[in-house]
C-alpha cells in the first residue's frame, strides 16, 4: 500500500495568511494527488485534483502543486471560512489512501 | 443537481451486518465508479472499496476483504455497501463518493454520510 502522509498535523494562522501544507507519497504516484477540505460534520469537499487542477467552484486562493512524491496545497490569503481539516489522497492505485489531515485553526 | 443521497443512521448490535445505500442522481450511474470510505469520530479518512457499477467490478481495501460486499441495482441509480461481523471498532460515519476518471479519479461529489453505531 502507497502511505501518505502531511505536514504538519495541526497549525494556527491569522485571516489573510499564507497557509501551506505538505503531503509526501511513500512512492511515485505521479499527478494522482487530490486535496480535500472537511469542516466539522460534513462530508469533505474536493478543491484539487491531478496534484495542481482547481475544481470547479473553488476559490483561486486554492493552488495545489507537485509530482511524484512531495506535493503542496496552498492557501494565499486565508479567509474566515477555510478553517477546517485538509486531507491528501493518492488515487494512483488501490487502497486509494489518505493522508492523517491538517486541521487549520484560529490563532 | 448531482449528488448521492445515503439511507439514514443505522444502530447494530456487535456481530451483526449493515447495509448502507447510496442514491445517484443528476448524472449517468453507470459512466462513474462509486468509493465507499468510512470515518471514526475524531479520526481520518479510510477508504474501504469501489465499484464500477456498469460492470459490477469491485475492489477492496485489504483490512476489509471478507467482510465488506459492495452492490449496485442500476434501474434504480442505487449502490449499496454491506459490512458483516460488526465490532465496536466499525462504529463510524460511512460515505459513498463518485470517482470520476476525467478528474484522475478524485472523489467530486459526496453523500451526506452514514452514521454506524455498534453497541449491545
Known amino acids: ?33 487530490t486535496w480535500f477540505q472537511q469542516k466539522r460534520g460534513k462530508a469533505p469537499k474536493l478543491l484539487i485534483y491531478a496534484a495542481s487542477s482547481l ?14 512524491t512531495d506535493f503542496t ?13 485538509y486531507y491528501c489522497q493518492q488515487t494512483y492505485s488501490t487502497p486509494f489512501t489518505f493522508g492523517p489531515g491538517t486541521k487549520v485553526d484560529i490563532k | 443537481q448531482v449528488q448521492l443521497v445515503q439511507s439514514g443512521a443505522e444502530v447494530k448490535k456487535p456481530g451483526a451486518s449493515v447495509k448502507v445505500s447510496c442514491k445517484a442522481s443528476g448524472y449517468t450511474f453507470s459512466n462513474y465508479e ?51 461481523s460488526l465490532r465496536s ?8 463518493a463518485r470517482g470520476a476518471r476525467r478528474l484522475g479519479a478524485a472523489f467530486d461529489i459526496w453523500g451526506q454520510g452514514t452514521m454506524v453505531t455498534v453497541s449491545s
Open chain 1, 55 to 68: 475544481q470547479s467552484g473553488v476559490p483561486s486562493r486554492f493552488s495545489g502543486s507537485g509530482s511524484g
Open chain 1, 73 to 85: 496545497l496552498t492557501i494565499s490569503s486565508l479567509q474566515p471560512e477555510d478553517f477546517a481539516t
Open chain 2, 34 to 84: 462509486i468509493n465507499w470510505v468510512r470515518q471514526a469520530t475524531g479520526q481520518g479518512l479510510e477508504w474501504m472499496g469501489w465499484m464500477n457499477p456498469n460492470s459490477g467490478y469491485t475492489g477492496y481495501a485489504l483490512k476489509f476483504q471478507g467482510r465488506v460486499t459492495i452492490t449496485r441495482n442500476t434501474s434504480i441509480s442505487t449502490a449499496y455497501m454491506e459490512l458483516s
Open chain 1, 1 to 33: 500500500d502507497i502511505q501518505m502522509t502531511q505536514s504538519p498535523s495541526s497549525l494556527s494562522a491569522s485571516v489573510g495568511d499564507r497557509v501551506t501544507i505538505t503531503c509526501r507519497a511513500s512512492q511515485s504516484i505521479s499527478t494522482y494527488l
Open chain 2, 89 to 96: 471498532e466499525d462504529a463510524a460515519v460511512y460515505y459513498c
